[in-house]
């Protein structure tokens, strides 16, 4: 167990819905990252936020966007929801600092339908 | 150009065998961290090892050692006697940077089973 939590475990939805993904960081933890895994584009980076700010952008959709509360738990919202958008979304959470691991929590893996 | 590269899409291993899984790097920043995660038929990604770019030791973590080469930025995953539980994919990832770029890039993974 990472310590990391992540909710839903599952979730099926329509093509052109919205959802919200929620990610607890390990306690003590500052940053949070959220990933993709699909099947096509491999392990990508979405965003990532340290202590209630976006630090970093990679590959993330304009349909998508995330937020990190003042309790530092980050919740990642998809809308208007395509096919493709079907993968597992990882959140992972480290100390602030570089040279830290990041440890994942068990993912949502999202269905489109 | 692909930041990590790894060239082995599978691999088949008798159990209590050592096997070096391999992973290769490109960057241009002097500073950077090498990540080795494990990812089961479950579906986390376990965390198994780092190796710094200025880390003068290669890193070890048990049964799991790095075998760390810079002037060939290669940075290869050992296992040794491994195990039935051992069978899982294993993605190489790399850090850029020291600050300000925190995220992760991954190779393509390798499928690692073990066979009894």
């Known amino acids: 167990d990472s310590g990391v939590t992540q909710t839903p475990k599952h979730l099926i939805t329509a093509t052109g819905q919205r959802v919200t993904l929620r990610c607890s960081p390990r306690?003590?933890?500052?940053?949070v990252y959220w990933y993709q895994q699909s099947l096509d584009q491999g392990l990508q980076f979405l965003i990532q936020y340290y202590n209630g700010e976006e630090r970093a952008k990679g590959n993330i959709l304009e349909r998508f966007s995330a937020q990190q509360f003042p309790d530092l738990h980050s919740e990642l919202n998809l809308s208007s929801l395509e096919l493709g958008d079907s993968a597992l979304y990882f959140c992972?959470?480290?100390?602030?600092?570089?040279?830290?691991?990041?440890?994942f929590g068990p993912g949502t893996r999202l269905t489109v339908t | 150009a692909q930041k990590i590269t790894q060239t082995q899409p599978g691999m088949f291993v008798q159990e209590k065998e050592a096997v070096t899984l391999d992973c290769t790097y490109d960057t241009s920043d002097p500073s950077y961290g090498l990540f080795w995660y494990k990812q089961p038929s479950s579906g986390e990604m376990i965390f198994l090892i780092y190796?710094?770019?200025?880390?003068?030791q290669n890193a070890t973590e048990g049964r799991y050692s790095l075998n760390f080469q810079k002037a060939r930025k290669s940075a290869n995953l050992v296992i040794s006697a491994s195990q039935l539980g051992d069978s899982a994919m294993y993605f190489c990832?790399?850090?850029?940077?020291?600050?300000?770029?925190?995220?992760?890039?991954f190779g393509t993974g390798t499928r690692l089973t073990i066979i009894p």
């Open positions: 190796q710094g770019s200025y880390d003068q």
């Open positions: 992972a959470s480290s100390v602030q600092g570089a040279a830290y691991e990041q440890y």
């Open positions: 306690s003590g933890d500052l940053s």
């Open positions: 990832a790399m850090r850029e940077g020291l600050k300000g770029n925190e995220k992760l890039t």
